[in-house]
């Protein structure tokens, strides 16, 4: 689960290219500890620009298992193509950036038997004609060990 | 010609779709409860509303004179397919319209239907003929007459409690698919909804602590010996409160049904169908009132446990100590305290909503064989809890838990089996902590490189 991960080819439409998207976490592996800052850098390859429209970037957390999912968003950004507003994105490529923000201190990765929370960085690429295209990388907050079931209990 | 996909796909780690087509989805679903809302609420307006606020504004008042009398006979059918009579008074009122006379016949309301004819007839004979009497006509059809003003708000009241619902649940549903219209579910839990959903949440979150449940109502109650005294979730409390209320719901249904059968049998009338069905409802009755006092005294019987610890909310490696306390004189074959880690999922199956619970990690912290308590002395032991050091913290959010609680579970000489939860709430470990699981994070990234 450490490194880079990279989506396989894809074709989105007949008119639309196939998106590999590529985001390498910081240091070695992609383990934080709860507060630490997370630095993440993305490359989109083999799709033409000027048909992305906008680009959303998202740190999440995201329940697994036998319940509903529940999501929780603790970085969101959208930038819309030929409309950046601030300085920083001024000089914005839709297709490479980093994304850099400091982590919660919960909830933290869990591996649970129904219930399993999982933290992401995702990148959500919207195409013209309206059709979108999400990449989502794991990584883990904290070190919790994965559930086993108990023994049962003594009668 | 490719067609458009409705939802989103899932494909391993990434989807596509077009998601303004799943809003529309959604947002047409409301918008149909809220038509069928309206379009019901606009015919229950027009049925009962309008009428009734015409009779009261619109209506002309004139004298009118009682010229004759009789009764109205109505014939119903029950959901038993029973054909039952029922009876108006009626009268035949004479008035002035525009300087001619104009008679027309007039049935009283609901509130004077009789399901004897000598009722009624006893009602209508009350009236005398020739008597002047005030009474209202429509001016765009004059024949029609009555004799009686008002509003009957409850009968308002229950005809609009459905399109009421309706168009509240539609209404909401459209305002909630109109924000989400053509956004990611990223950007909806980022933006407005999000907030909104966290407004919603049942428990309240710890400060700085996002889907941590605050402890407030653990840490309000101090303890005789040691520094909280933990409330308990007894799950015996609950079958109390839930068989009293059934057997009290129960028994009111019971009784109104006899004494309607009382007053049948009174007036000469025997309904056997409700005869029929007031033996084996008594039955089950009694049954419920026997069970819910012998729950009451299995709860009694056995007396309270208390459980007091030195700090909350807990800390992944710490220890505190824990004093047990058990009331009663009840003697118990074994008795243990144990801390459990419980997982609880909640999710949709068809239109039912259902929770799963499930146990994770259990330590038994102490067990004691052979408890016989001293009479007027609850039996006391103090203890130590240990929280393992990588320990997942509490969690909560919308349709998933993770909990952690003390278990007190007793198996009594002569008595069902004991159980008490007392639930605690963890805390991720403090900062100190997490620097030093910090390095060991470190040292795991070095140990996965190379």
Same mark, same amino acid.
């Given at each position: 689960m450490n490194g880079p991960r990279r989506a396989s080819p894809q074709r989105l439409s007949g008119s639309l290219s196939t998106p590999q998207v590529t985001v390498t976490f910081r240091g070695d592996g992609n383990l934080y500890t709860p507060g630490e800052r997370l630095l993440a850098r993305y490359r989109v390859e %083999?799709?033409?620009?000027?048909?992305?429209?906008a680009v959303e970037r998202s740190v999440a957390w995201y329940s697994e298992g036998k319940g509903e999912e529940d999501l929780g968003v603790v970085f969101f950004d959208r930038v819309v193509a030929g409309r950046q507003v601030s300085e920083e994105q001024a %000089?914005?490529?839709?297709l490479t950036g980093t994304i850099s923000m400091k982590l919660p201190l919960c909830p933290l990765s869990y591996e649970g038997l129904i219930v399993k929370i999982r933290w992401c960085v995702r990148l959500r690429l919207f195409f013209v004609g309206g059709r979108d295209f999400v990449s989502e990388h794991i990584f883990f907050l904290g070190d919790i060990p994965v559930a086993r079931p108990p023994e049962p209990v003594a009668s | 010609m490719r067609l458009p996909s409705f939802f989103s796909k899932k494909r391993g780690e990434r989807r596509t779709g077009l998601p303004a087509w799943g809003s529309l989805g959604e947002a047409l679903y409301y918008a149909v409860l809220l038509a069928a809302g309206l379009v019901i609420g606009g015919l229950m307006l027009t049925g009962v509303a309008v009428p009734e606020w015409r009779i009261n504004n619109r209506f002309v008042e004139v004298s009118g004179r009682l010229v004759g009398k009789g009764v109205a006979r109505h014939t119903t059918v029950d959901l038993f397919g029973v054909r039952r009579k029922a009876w108006r008074p009626a009268v035949l009122v004479e008035y002035p319209v525009n300087g001619e006379l104009v008679r027309s016949w007039n049935t009283a309301g609901l509130?004077?239907?009789?399901?004897r004819r000598e009722v009624a007839v006893g009602l209508v004979t009350e009236q005398e003929l020739g008597q002047t009497v005030p009474c209202w006509y429509d001016?765009?059809?004059?024949?029609t007459v009555v004799l009686k003003r008002g509003y009957s708000w409850w009968f308002w009241l229950l005809t609009l409690l459905l399109p009421g619902a309706l168009v509240a649940f539609g209404g909401s549903g459209l305002l909630h698919a109109a924000g989400g219209w053509g956004r990611s579910e990223e950007r909806r839990a980022a933006e407005v909804w999000g907030v909104l959903q966290r407004l919603a949440r049942p428990l309240a979150e710890a400060e700085g602590y996002p889907t941590i449940p605050a402890c407030d109502n653990l840490v309000n109650s101090p303890g005789t010996v040691l520094r909280f005294r933990l409330p308990t979730e007894s799950p015996e409390a609950w079958t109390v409160l839930g068989s009293g209320l059934f057997a009290g719901l129960w028994n009111a249904v019971v009784v109104v049904l006899a004494i309607g059968a009382g007053f049948d049998v009174a007036g000469g009338q025997i309904d056997w169908w409700l005869l029929g069905l007031l033996a084996p409802f008594s039955l089950v009755g009694l049954l419920a009132i026997w069970l819910f006092f012998r729950r009451v005294l299995l709860v009694t019987a056995i007396g309270p446990s208390h459980l007091e610890i030195s700090d909350h909310p807990l800390r992944p490696g710490g220890c505190y100590d824990v004093l047990l306390s058990q009331a009663g004189s009840v003697a118990f074959r074994r008795l243990e305290l144990v801390l459990e880690l419980e997982e609880q999922a909640t999710y949709r199956q068809g239109t039912d909503v259902r929770t799963e619970r499930q146990v994770v990690w259990r330590e038994v912290v102490r067990c004691w064989n052979r408890v016989e308590p001293l009479p007027g002395t609850p039996f006391e032991a103090e203890v130590q809890v240990r929280v393992p050091p990588r320990a997942m913290h509490s969690f909560h959010s919308t349709h998933n838990a993770v909990s952690w609680r003390l278990v007190l579970r007793g198996q009594p000489e002569r008595w069902p089996a004991l159980l008490r939860v007392f639930p605690v709430v963890i805390f991720p470990a403090s900062e100190a902590a997490a620097a030093g699981a910090a390095t060991a994070v470190q040292q795991k990234r070095h140990e996965v490189a190379s």
């Amino acid at each position: 689960m450490n490194g880079p991960r990279r989506a396989s080819p894809q074709r989105l439409s007949g008119s639309l290219s196939t998106p590999q998207v590529t985001v390498t976490f910081r240091g070695d592996g992609n383990l934080y500890t709860p507060g630490e800052r997370l630095l993440a850098r993305y490359r989109v390859e %083999g799709v033409d620009e000027t048909l992305v429209t906008a680009v959303e970037r998202s740190v999440a957390w995201y329940s697994e298992g036998k319940g509903e999912e529940d999501l929780g968003v603790v970085f969101f950004d959208r930038v819309v193509a030929g409309r950046q507003v601030s300085e920083e994105q001024a %000089g914005w490529q839709p297709l490479t950036g980093t994304i850099s923000m400091k982590l919660p201190l919960c909830p933290l990765s869990y591996e649970g038997l129904i219930v399993k929370i999982r933290w992401c960085v995702r990148l959500r690429l919207f195409f013209v004609g309206g059709r979108d295209f999400v990449s989502e990388h794991i990584f883990f907050l904290g070190d919790i060990p994965v559930a086993r079931p108990p023994e049962p209990v003594a009668s | 010609m490719r067609l458009p996909s409705f939802f989103s796909k899932k494909r391993g780690e990434r989807r596509t779709g077009l998601p303004a087509w799943g809003s529309l989805g959604e947002a047409l679903y409301y918008a149909v409860l809220l038509a069928a809302g309206l379009v019901i609420g606009g015919l229950m307006l027009t049925g009962v509303a309008v009428p009734e606020w015409r009779i009261n504004n619109r209506f002309v008042e004139v004298s009118g004179r009682l010229v004759g009398k009789g009764v109205a006979r109505h014939t119903t059918v029950d959901l038993f397919g029973v054909r039952r009579k029922a009876w108006r008074p009626a009268v035949l009122v004479e008035y002035p319209v525009n300087g001619e006379l104009v008679r027309s016949w007039n049935t009283a309301g609901l509130a004077e239907t009789a399901s004897r004819r000598e009722v009624a007839v006893g009602l209508v004979t009350e009236q005398e003929l020739g008597q002047t009497v005030p009474c209202w006509y429509d001016p765009d059809q004059v024949t029609t007459v009555v004799l009686k003003r008002g509003y009957s708000w409850w009968f308002w009241l229950l005809t609009l409690l459905l399109p009421g619902a309706l168009v509240a649940f539609g209404g909401s549903g459209l305002l909630h698919a109109a924000g989400g219209w053509g956004r990611s579910e990223e950007r909806r839990a980022a933006e407005v909804w999000g907030v909104l959903q966290r407004l919603a949440r049942p428990l309240a979150e710890a400060e700085g602590y996002p889907t941590i449940p605050a402890c407030d109502n653990l840490v309000n109650s101090p303890g005789t010996v040691l520094r909280f005294r933990l409330p308990t979730e007894s799950p015996e409390a609950w079958t109390v409160l839930g068989s009293g209320l059934f057997a009290g719901l129960w028994n009111a249904v019971v009784v109104v049904l006899a004494i309607g059968a009382g007053f049948d049998v009174a007036g000469g009338q025997i309904d056997w169908w409700l005869l029929g069905l007031l033996a084996p409802f008594s039955l089950v009755g009694l049954l419920a009132i026997w069970l819910f006092f012998r729950r009451v005294l299995l709860v009694t019987a056995i007396g309270p446990s208390h459980l007091e610890i030195s700090d909350h909310p807990l800390r992944p490696g710490g220890c505190y100590d824990v004093l047990l306390s058990q009331a009663g004189s009840v003697a118990f074959r074994r008795l243990e305290l144990v801390l459990e880690l419980e997982e609880q999922a909640t999710y949709r199956q068809g239109t039912d909503v259902r929770t799963e619970r499930q146990v994770v990690w259990r330590e038994v912290v102490r067990c004691w064989n052979r408890v016989e308590p001293l009479p007027g002395t609850p039996f006391e032991a103090e203890v130590q809890v240990r929280v393992p050091p990588r320990a997942m913290h509490s969690f909560h959010s919308t349709h998933n838990a993770v909990s952690w609680r003390l278990v007190l579970r007793g198996q009594p000489e002569r008595w069902p089996a004991l159980l008490r939860v007392f639930p605690v709430v963890i805390f991720p470990a403090s900062e100190a902590a997490a620097a030093g699981a910090a390095t060991a994070v470190q040292q795991k990234r070095h140990e996965v490189a190379s």
